[in-house]
């Protein structure tokens, strides 16, 4: 447990300013945590410094998040006189441990390490390399503008695991881009992949001279009701890819083309891969394709197969 060696007191939640969440590292407040304090109440002391009239967590603010949310007023707390390195060491370990911490997480506690308690160059690249935070991403600016990224979105890639090398494209990306990442990540259950590719996708449209015009078109899309992720994407993509709209216009005449002849074509989405599938259908009490028709051993086998039918 940590700072064993200070007291557990009552403290009410009005007595600590829980929204601020300089020193917060751990991955979004989870439902399974709210239903825990409901049923058990805060069994963990929250860890709490003090400092202008007030109380300043620094390790605990889900725990607080939840006692609100679950009409608590008070919480079990310790107080510590200051928070020392080897303190906030030993509380990114702890959250490790048990999995509390993700990828923002992993990365504000070397920016924390970095701003706050001024550990020298080495040592950070040390705990980033223990945290298996690339090179890139520990230098100062990257750093800042993560942590500056839209709370909803630093949430969303915390919730998600998103890897540290899907990070990398959002630092190229402008202010109003992230700021539709953002709200993409909100309108619905975007996958990790959907989210890997539509991040690359906006970011080679921003090269693009009609930007501003596809924006608003993305914008646009994002504000329809119950919109799903797989819409999403394949509106990006033809955003991204003018020419894919011909190719499915193409690829839909020829499917109907091989329709009239018994015959149905299966084309690997955004025409990824290298194989087309043509399926022949076969109906028990009909006559087989004529294709089928042209080899007695094939002939002899699906009769075999409709049989069992």
């Known amino acids: 447990m940590l700072f064993d060696n200070f007291t557990q007191t009552i403290i009410p939640l009005q007595s600590i300013n829980y929204i601020n969440e300089y020193f917060k590292i751990s991955k979004p407040l989870s439902p399974e945590l709210i239903k825990s304090i409901k049923q058990y ?45 080897d303190d906030f060491k030993a509380i990114i370990t702890l959250k490790l441990y048990n999995n509390l911490t993700g990828t923002i997480g992993k990365l504000k506690s070397l920016y924390i390490l970095k701003e706050y308690f001024k550990i020298n160059k080495k040592q950070l690249i040390a705990i980033a390399h223990e945290l298996s935070v690339p090179d890139a991403l520990i230098e100062t600016t990257s750093l800042k503008k993560i942590i500056g990224l839209p709370s909803r979105l630093m949430n969303y890639i915390d919730s998600k695991n998103i890897p540290f090398k899907f990070i990398m494209p959002i630092l190229r990306l402008s202010d109003e881009s992230i700021q539709l990442v953002d709200a993409i990540t909100n309108v619905c259950q975007l996958r990790v992949n959907y989210f890997r590719d539509i991040v690359v996708m906006i970011e080679d449209i921003c090269r693009n ?20 992720d797989d819409e999403i994407y394949r509106n990006i993509y033809m955003l991204r890819y003018p020419q894919y709209s011909e190719y499915v216009e193409k690829i839909n005449y020829l499917k109907n083309k091989f329709l009239s002849y018994g015959l149905k ?18 109906k028990k009490n009909e006559v087989v394709h004529p294709l089928l028709q042209q080899d007695r051993e094939i002939l002899a086998l699906v009769q075999s197969i409709v049989a069992l039918l």
Not at 41 to 66: D, K, T, W
Not at 209 to 228: A, D, G, P, R
């Open 41 to 85: 109440g805060v069994l963990e002391s929250v860890i709490l410094v003090e400092g202008n009239g007030c109380f300043i967590p620094v390790c605990g603010h889900n725990r607080m998040l939840a006692s609100i949310q679950t009409g608590l007023d008070h919480v079990p707390a310790k107080i510590i006189n200051e928070l020392s390195e």
């Open 209 to 228: 001279q009609q930007y501003e015009s596809v924006l608003k078109k993305i914008t646009v899309l994002i504000n329809k009701e119950n919109i799903t």
């Open 265 to 282: 074509i299966e084309v690997p989405e955004y025409l990824e891969g290298n194989v087309v599938n043509i399926i022949i259908q076969v």
